[in-house]
């Protein structure tokens, strides 16, 4: 016999044999149908039961970035006054607001993980390695609850950096209101020791007028005359002039009056924290409309697939059992 027909003779036959065992098993699951719908209907009973007890899971989503001028223009108009040409630009300011605002959200978010009952709140970035915007999501029980919940963190997050950072403005104001007063004292101080000092030699120019008997001025051109030369004025002269400039203003500079012109303005500024923002919403907080978990179609179809492979388990096993011949 050819070898080549003998091997193709055994293949046959096993193939054969794999089909009869296949359609063997197919005949057995058709024979106890029943037991195996029977297990998939209870496991579909087991997977309504679980959708009825297991807890829901609800996502709301925000998206939020930089704030407008607008959101922070009572700060910016403050930071113009206080420090002039040097001040911050107003993308500074933004990005110092949307940044502390950022990293107070992200040491909220351990917080909250770390709680007896941790709460799950996620911030990513929208746009990838952009610093913004953020996408900012809060898992709760219920879809209304997770909106409200979120709302209510971007809110809380919102009004403790706008509170910093309002009391760093007002820091910086009352630091720069002393350092003007102080600057407005000494220049003060200044003018009047330069007042007393003209004073103290008008007077010694008038003794020495009076000692030499000069009553009338002696010269036409009183401005070239040095503090030495001042009693050539004469006594009379000197006497009005002495009288006048005990009650002339002190003699303060332009420096002093932008100074002062600084002062009136910065003790004007009022901080307005109401009406300042630390970021601007893209996405509002949604109000989700599928839940996350338990999926109901998911649940139940794997719940029958489970039932259907028990049920196919149990009924093979059976079977086998029922066969089963030990070997004498």
Known sequence: M?????????????????????????????????TIIAFAVGAIILGVIYLFVAKE????????????SGQTANYNNAMNILYGAGAPTIVDIQERFFGRFSSALSALSEQLDNQEKPEKLTIVQSVKDQPAPLKVSYVAKSAAEAQKTLTT????????????????????????INDLKIDLTTKEKIAQEKKDKRLEILNQALIVAQQSNIKNTLVQQAETLSEDTLFVLGSDALSATIKNEATRPLPLDDLYFNARSTLLAISALKSNPDTTYAFRYVMKPNLPIRRDSPKKGLTLVLAALVGLILGSGVVLGRNAMRHYKPVA
């Open 2 to 34: 050819n070898p080549n027909n003998s091997n193709m003779s055994s293949g046959n036959r096993n193939d054969s044999d794999e089909s009869t065992d296949l359609i063997d098993l197919l005949m057995q699951l058709w024979r106890d149908k029943a």
């Open 57 to 68: 899971k609800w996502t709301s989503e925000a998206i939020v970035t930089l704030p407008d």
């Open 153 to 176: 963190y971007l809110q809380q997050i919102n009004k403790r950096v706008v509170t910093e950072l309002d009391d760093d403005l007002n820091t910086s104001i009352n630091s720069k």
